[in-house]
């Protein structure tokens, strides 16, 4: 049973560097979601795909930063010009097609950055 | 828009004892409503969910957790804790249709003591 998988696990960088992160979602799921979750807080909404279309992103998207799904399949998610703000851990979730009732998203365990 | 209250960022039980957990939900359409969990260093598990059938939900682990409207409630109870349930709980909702992106609670941490 794979399931939704995240690498690194860990970053480390220096502000002002960029790091990328990718997401594998399970394998029949269309819908791909990016979250960011600070010490203390839920998980906060980041952006959404629907195969390769994205179809939603949220304030908290900087311009720093950008989200791909090239091919409908796995998904990368890149901050530029890192700040210590954006330490958090980025959570990555998938879910199958909807049919007209919520499916449950499955996430990922997450890759937590640490930006010095 | 909706939005969810949780109350209490640390509830702490001895094992054997009832588990609630608050969650208070503001949303202007009927709303999904969902309890999941977060183990340490892991991603988040769903624990249970409601979607405007059975007012009472049973979920995963001897969870379950009530629709009151009336209320704007959500809460999620397990009869007798276990040490194993340790970990951070989160309420979310969401609007029914659309993407189905859910607003997360700010989570509450179960302590088990033995």
């Known amino acids: 049973d794979t399931g939704v998988s995240q690498n690194p696990r860990h970053k480390i960088t220096k502000r002002g560097q960029n790091v990328t992160f990718r997401c594998d979602p399970i394998s029949e799921h269309n819908r791909l979601y990016w979250y960011r979750q600070t010490l203390g807080q839920g998980p906060e909404f980041l952006t959404y795909?629907?195969?390769?279309?994205?179809?939603?992103k949220s304030r908290l998207l900087s311009d720093r930063f950008s989200a791909e799904r090239p091919k409908g399949s796995f998904s990368t998610l890149e901050i530029q010009r890192t700040e210590q703000g954006d330490s958090a851990m980025y959570l990555c979730?998938?879910?199958?097609?909807?049919?007209?009732?919520?499916?449950?998203?499955?996430f990922g365990p997450g890759t937590r950055l640490t930006v010095l | 828009a909706q939005s969810v209250t949780q109350l209490g960022s640390h509830v702490s039980v001895s094992e054997g004892a009832l588990v609630l957990l608050r969650c208070n939900y503001s949303?202007?359409?009927?709303?999904?409503l969902f309890w999941y969990v977060q183990y340490p260093n892991q991603g988040l598990q769903l624990l249970l969910k409601?979607?405007?059938?059975?007012?009472l939900v049973k979920g995963i682990n001897g969870f379950e957790a009530e629709f009151k409207k009336s209320e704007t409630s959500f809460h999620l109870t397990k009869p007798s804790a276990h040490m194993s349930d340790a970990a951070e709980y989160f309420c979310?909702?969401?609007?029914?249709?659309?993407?189905?992106?859910?607003?997360f609670g700010r989570g509450t941490s179960l302590i088990v003591h033995p």
């Open positions: 409601y979607t405007s059938a059975a007012t």
């Open positions: 979310a909702v969401t609007r029914m249709g659309g993407s189905y992106i859910p607003t």
């Open positions: 979730a998938s879910s199958p097609p909807a049919a007209g009732e919520y499916n449950e998203q499955f």
């Open positions: 795909f629907q195969n390769e279309a994205q179809l939603e």
């Open positions: 949303s202007s359409v009927p709303p999904y």
